[in-house]
């Protein structure tokens, strides 16, 4: 029997709502930063493409290598909130660094700090939704964390744009706001989190054993493996915004590209989740991947701004179709005591491969020009079409 999307939302713990909702403030805190930061950089303080490229690759792979520890670590605790609150604690306090950057080395160390907060609290979230969320409503759990999470992704840009049009083009005011929403997420998770007990004490071992590690069987790796390919397909969206710009659009209202990625991203992050629970993921996967490299292939032709609005919408409906995707297969590959660990690896090939992309993007971008890194990007994506073929005989 099908079950409604009411009936679906209904059954999905209250714990998970939260969690959503912290992670919906803490984007609108963090995108209002973000969607400015490459212009920010580049006009301000007269970045190139390529340190632009590099500084997002060393914060973004930078934030997923931290979530091997972070994870190590909640499975060996068998607690995950008190690390996601950390984390959510060191990323609001380091939004005043980027209002009172001088250079770029400052808006380097805020973006270092703010993303190991990330890495910090990314994998003890996500081991957190698999614990508690029922296993028949784990991809609508995912996806409807994600479609929250992506709800202040596009709300955080908006009021950017809002901003910037209010206090004309003043970035550093602009910064000093963001301070606000990440502070009632650090509030909302310490007093609407309440993460499941154990029924009974478990004895605990090094989560990075070798026997441990062996129970990470071949399906797990090779979800591993098709994560970290497909990465080095999805470079920083830094780039989005820098396309943006190149088509005229007026420098306040760039960030606008965001927020239409991160609305489509927030509506079709749900459906396709709760379509994870019935449909071959590998197929869902595939999907993904033939709507990233239409969006490249789109990104590269021209500049228009309609064209990059067409490109960008294409991106943000792949992201909808396999973020929540590969953070269910990680679950459902791996044992339920090593979910943080599983994670924590999942998060360093792909962080590897994501400062690998950045800087790869960069410099094909400054010696080639934009388009020659979104063909890139396609190409990356149809080596990942061809790793789908093969896999392990238990994956799905």
């Known amino acids: 029997m099908t079950i ?122 996500d081991a957190m939704v698999a614990d508690i969320a029922p296993v028949h409503l784990r991809g609508a759990a995912f996806g409807l964390r994600q479609a929250l999470d992506t709800v202040g992704a596009f709300l955080g840009p908006l009021l950017a744009v809002a901003l910037m049009l209010l206090w004309a083009n003043d970035f550093r005011a602009i910064f000093w706001v963001s301070v606000i929403p990440g502070l009632m997420a650090v509030v909302l998770l310490f007093f ?11 004895k605990r071992s090094n989560p990075i054993s070798k026997q441990n590690l062996k129970r990470l069987g071949p399906t797990y790796w090779w979800v591993v493996a098709i994560g970290a390919v497909f990465t080095l397909a999805r470079f920083s969206e830094a780039f989005l915004v820098l396309r943006a710009q190149q088509g005229g659009i007026p420098m306040a209202l760039v960030p606008l590209v965001m927020v239409a990625m991160n609305l489509i991203y927030a509506l079709s992050a749900y459906p396709f989740g709760k379509l994870s629970d019935r449909m071959s993921h590998t197929k869902l996967l595939a999907l993904g991947l033939v709507v990233l490299i239409a969006a490249d292939l789109v990104l590269a032709t021209n500049d228009h701004w309609l064209v990059v609005i067409i490109g960008v919408a294409l991106w943000g409906i ?39 992309a950045s800087g790869v993007a960069g410099l094909l971008w400054d010696q080639f020009g934009p388009a020659f890194t979104f063909y890139a990007g396609a190409g990356f994506c149809a080596i990942t079409l061809v790793g789908l073929v093969w896999q392990p005989g238990d994956a799905r």
């Open 318 to 356: 792949h992201l909808g179709v396999t973020q929540g995707l590969l953070a269910r297969m990680v679950a459902d590959s791996a044992p339920a005591d090593l979910r943080g660990t599983a994670y924590g690896f999942f998060n360093l090939m792909s962080g590897i491969a994501l400062l690998i």
């Open 192 to 202: 609407g989190v309440h993460e499941p007990k154990n029924p009974e004490p478990v």
């Open 4 to 125: 409604s999307t009411k009936s679906t939302l209904s059954q999905i713990p209250l714990s998970i709502w939260m969690l959503g909702f912290v992670s919906l403030l803490m984007d609108i805190s963090s995108e209002m930063i973000h969607s400015l930061l490459p212009l920010f950089m580049v006009t301000t303080l007269g970045a190139s493409a390529f340190t632009v490229g590099m500084i997002e690759g060393l914060a973004e792979s930078t934030a997923l290598m931290i979530k091997v520890f972070s994870g190590v670590l909640s499975d060996y605790l068998g607690k995950r909130k008190g690390l996601a609150l950390f984390g959510y604690a060191l990323s609001a306090f380091t939004k005043p660094l980027f209002a009172i950057a001088p250079s770029l080395g400052i808006v380097l160390t805020a973006r270092l700090l703010d993303r190991i907060g990330k890495g910090v609290r990314g994998t003890p979230r």
